[in-house]
């Protein structure tokens, strides 16, 4: 089998990230990506999707992200194009498409298993993020309605749901952006398991990265999926709120054929639920280590895999590093991460 110290299972910001590090530290590795082309997770974010800092505060190592040319922060498409750009700026070794479909232990490695082939390595990082395993809650009846229902993961444009009776439920920033853009064209309404928090104007996604910093410092702590969350006044959600668009209701009761039942019985006719809901870790591919805990992640020290030492994870939240999971995050725990797996490398190589 072809066999590498270092397989990095990912070739999203995560992965380039630590691949620059490796790179620099002339390590033997590949980046195995199971998309067309660069930008992970990028490339499947809906059209107007934009980020929370300016681009400076929103870069890989090595290269600042160039500003974009026209107001606000960085789009979905800027994103996109700077991960390209990156990836061919440091001639990172990038295999794709190439989806794992497992990893198992082997005598003195890890043996990864793709649709075309199997490989080898020392260490293997697991750095698929979240974006591919969205999750929508088991709301009573969910089954039974006869709408549209689609969850962030996959929206694309508001015009999709013009003119009709949407909710749009969800309390984080991709409920807020996608509420805003909906609102104006059809007949929106925001579920929200309480009165979301919006961070003053002139505050950004900097913030946000401090926040997940302290509470990794404090100690283990837990967020209600699609529940309260910091929202970052980006100029679409500041324009909605002048308008009064993003005032929000509490969850319903449960789903029926043609709609939402609230608390009180009274029923409202949907023709759309959009779910903004958050993600859970894309770990399917490790269910062979017996490594995935039962709720849904890997138990880790630091990055490194406590059951299995030979693998380490990154990216999918702030148990994984804090941050992790955005463009900043990515650049601070590569760095401390790159530098653990050259030793480790160096050391499991000895005779």
């Given at each position: 089998?072809?066999?590498?110290d270092i397989v990095i299972i990912g070739g999203g910001q995560l992965g380039l990230?630590?691949?620059?590090?490796?790179?620099?530290?002339?390590?033997?590795?590949?980046?195995?990506?199971?998309?067309?082309?660069?930008?992970?997770?990028?490339?499947?974010?809906?059209?107007?999707?934009?980020?929370?800092?300016?681009?400076?505060?929103?870069?890989?190592?090595?290269?600042?992200?160039?500003?974009?040319?026209?107001?606000?922060?960085?789009?979905?498409?800027?994103?996109?194009?700077?991960?390209?750009?990156?990836?061919?700026?440091?001639?990172?070794?990038?295999?794709?498409?190439?989806?794992?479909?497992?990893?198992?232990?082997?005598?003195?490695?890890?043996?990864?298993?793709?649709?075309?082939?199997?490989?080898?390595?020392?260490?293997?990082?697991?750095?698929?993020?979240?974006?591919?395993?969205?999750?929508?809650?088991?709301?009573?009846?969910?089954?039974?309605?006869?709408?549209?229902?689609?969850?962030?993961?996959?929206?694309?444009?508001?015009?999709?749901?013009?003119?009709?009776?949407?909710?749009?439920?969800?309390?984080?920033?991709?409920?807020?952006?996608?509420?805003?853009?909906?609102?104006?064209?059809?007949?929106?309404?925001?579920?929200?398991?309480?009165?979301?928090?919006?961070?003053?104007?002139?505050?950004?996604?900097?913030?946000?990265?401090e926040r997940a910093v302290a509470r990794m410092k404090a100690g283990p702590s837990?967020?209600?999926?699609?529940?309260?969350?910091?929202?970052?006044?980006?100029?679409?959600?500041?324009?909605?709120?002048?308008?009064?668009?993003?005032?929000?209701?509490?969850?319903?009761?449960?789903?029926?054929?043609?709609?939402?039942?609230?608390?009180?019985?009274?029923?409202?006719?949907?023709?759309?639920?959009?779910?903004?809901?958050?993600?859970?870790?894309?770990?399917?591919?490790?269910?062979?280590?017996?490594?995935?805990?039962?709720?849904?992640?890997?138990?880790?020290?630091?990055?490194?895999?406590?059951?299995?030492?030979?693998?380490?994870?990154?990216?999918?939240?702030?148990?994984?590093?804090?941050?992790?999971?955005?463009?900043?995050?990515?650049?601070?725990?590569?760095?401390?991460?790159?530098?653990?797996?050259?030793?480790?490398?160096?050391?499991?190589?000895?005779?």
């Amino acid at each position: 089998m072809e066999t590498h110290d270092i397989v990095i299972i990912g070739g999203g910001q995560l992965g380039l990230s630590l691949g620059y590090y490796l790179h620099r530290a002339k390590a033997d590795f590949l980046i195995l990506d199971a998309e067309d082309g660069p930008g992970g997770a990028w490339r499947h974010g809906w059209e107007s999707l934009r980020l929370f800092s300016p681009a400076g505060y929103s870069s890989l190592p090595g290269w600042l992200m160039p500003p974009p040319n026209h107001d606000g922060y960085p789009t979905r498409d800027d994103v996109l194009s700077y991960l390209t750009r990156y990836e061919e700026r440091y001639h990172l070794p990038v295999r794709r498409p190439a989806r794992v479909t497992r990893v198992q232990r082997g005598s003195d490695h890890l043996e990864i298993e793709t649709a075309s082939e199997r490989l080898a390595a020392r260490h293997v990082v697991s750095a698929t993020g979240t974006w591919s395993q969205p999750y929508i809650p088991d709301m009573p009846g969910r089954d039974l309605f006869q709408g549209a229902q689609v969850h962030s993961a996959r929206y694309v444009r508001p015009e999709d749901f013009a003119g009709q009776t949407v909710l749009v439920v969800g309390g984080g920033n991709s409920g807020a952006q996608i509420m805003a853009e909906v609102a104006p064209i059809a007949r929106a309404l925001w579920v929200t398991t309480q009165d979301p928090v919006f961070l003053p104007d002139d505050v950004d996604g900097r913030v946000l990265f401090e926040r997940a910093v302290a509470r990794m410092k404090a100690g283990p702590s837990e967020t209600p999926v699609g529940g309260i969350g910091d929202i970052v006044m980006v100029p679409p959600v500041r324009e909605a709120r002048g308008r009064g668009d993003l005032s929000s209701v509490r969850p319903f009761k449960r789903i029926s054929a043609i709609g939402v039942v609230w608390d009180d019985g009274s029923e409202l006719a949907v023709d759309a639920i959009i779910w903004c809901t958050g993600f859970r870790a894309a770990l399917n591919y490790l269910t062979s280590l017996d490594v995935i805990e039962p709720d849904g992640r890997v138990e880790v020290d630091g990055q490194r895999s406590i059951k299995e030492p030979r693998l380490w994870l990154a990216g999918y939240g702030d148990w994984t590093g804090a941050g992790s999971a955005t463009l900043m995050g990515a650049a601070r725990t590569s760095r401390d991460l790159a530098s653990q797996l050259v030793a480790a490398s160096a050391l499991s190589s000895q005779p």
